[in-house]
């Protein structure tokens, strides 16, 4: 797939930029072989745009776009404050799971635009501590 998806969300509007990032990103994840479980996962210290599973791993996923490359492009833009609110969004759901303890990792996907050849997939992007 190449150029722009702009596939209309529900009634009939065009999605946001952001909604459509993560669609190009939770299929691409799929085609790689890692099953969507959660989308945008909420909690009152962060969130988590994606999570996956990956065999027995459970891959815990930022997806980030940036048109403008004039702040650093989409990898700029994933702070130590942003990584913390993801890992404290990945511990609450990891709390959440009855006694299930399991091997996770934070992949970030990163588009520099709204197609698939814009991706750029970070696999153990960042530490949990």
């Known amino acids: 797939m190449s150029g722009k998806d702009n596939t209309p969300a529900g009634g009939g509007h065009p999605a946001r930029p952001g909604q459509v990032a993560e669609d190009l990103a939770a299929r691409?994840?799929?085609?790689h072989g890692l099953r969507v479980l959660v989308r945008n996962f909420r909690c009152r210290d962060g969130e988590v745009d994606l999570i996956c599973r990956e065999q027995n791993v459970l891959v815990?996923?930022?997806v980030?776009?940036?048109?403008?490359?004039d702040y650093g492009g989409a990898a700029a833009s994933i702070t130590a404050t942003k990584q913390r609110r993801i890992i404290l969004a990945a511990e609450h759901y990891l709390a959440g799971l009855p006694g299930r303890e399991c091997d996770c990792r934070f992949d970030c996907i990163l588009l520099d635009g709204l197609s698939t050849a814009a991706i750029e997939w970070i696999r153990d992007a960042f530490p949990a501590s």
């Open 28 to 31: 691409f994840l799929d085609r």
């Open 60 to 62: 815990f996923v930022e």
């Open 64 to 69: 980030r776009l940036r048109r403008n490359a």
